[in-house]
């Protein structure tokens, strides 16, 4: 397997996907999406491992195949599964710190991602950049709740109590069933973080927690406007993220 590891297999790697895109750069053109009224693209953004030689499967077994595999990480564009950026790394290298360099696509795409990817202060980066986001939080994730635009009464009246915000799992336990949706205003606390950390570090974004199968919670973050995306839509709007898992 170490062929693939040689300067001319990655150059030459390099070169088919630069010709595969080249057309693409030189004559853009308009995509004909409903969405490009919104956004001037909505990218996916997600990996998957590669095993480099079915070979070694025996002499790396359970966690370990990780050393015999490498992870290709893509950016597609929705509007006409593009492909926009790509890079392997190890495929022991954790999701989160890999995201590519936003100065690479235009102001105000749209990323679609997993959990997986869902660090906080990469979040901040992305937004501060001009861009949005729309991702499913972790189910033991615990911001801090600042306000509700839907919710029960019950929570508006707690937050109406207490303005400086409230822990999500003091309103919401982690497995309790909905059957409506929740649409917040939270503070996300990024890891090793304390919840009275200085204010300039503080990550603001939009809660919205949309019933699942049986009631189960669907958690999901985003920096999308409230007064143009209800709960409803950002779950359709979320299953673009499948065209990645298609390409690979």
């Known amino acids: 397997h170490l062929r693939f590891k040689s300067e001319a297999a990655v150059t030459l790697f390099e070169k088919a996907f630069a010709r595969a895109v080249q057309p693409w750069l030189d004559h853009p053109c308009k995509p004909n999406h409903p969405l490009a009224r919104k956004f001037p693209d909505v990218v996916a953004w997600d990996s998957t491992p590669v095993q480099v030689a079915d070979a070694l499967r025996p002499f790396y077994k359970g966690t370990r ?53 869902a660090s906080y202060n990469r979040i901040k980066e992305l937004v501060d950049s001009g861009h949005h986001f729309l991702c499913p939080m972790r189910l033991d994730g615990n911001p801090v709740v600042l306000r509700a635009h839907r919710a029960p009464s019950r929570v508006r009246k707690a937050l109406r109590a207490q303005p400086r915000g409230i822990p999500l799992r003091d309103l919401l336990a982690k497995n309790k069933r909905i059957d409506s949706s929740w649409d917040l205003e939270v503070r996300l606390i990024p890891w090793g973080q304390a919840l009275t950390s200085a204010k300039h570090r503080w990550i603001y974004a939009r809660l919205v927690i949309v019933p699942g199968l049986r009631g189960t919670q669907r958690p999901y973050l985003t920096s999308l406007r409230v007064s143009e995306w209800s709960p409803k839509a950002l779950r359709e709007l979320y299953r673009l993220r499948w065209q990645v898992e298609l390409v690979f």
């Open 65 to 117: 195949h990780m050393k015999a595999a490498l992870k290709l990480v893509l950016a597609v564009s929705v509007f006409g599964l593009l492909p926009l950026y790509a890079v392997m790394v190890p495929c022991n290298t954790q999701d989160m710190s890999l995201f590519p360099p936003w100065e690479l696509f235009r102001r105000g795409t749209l990323f679609l991602f997993d959990k997986g990817f």
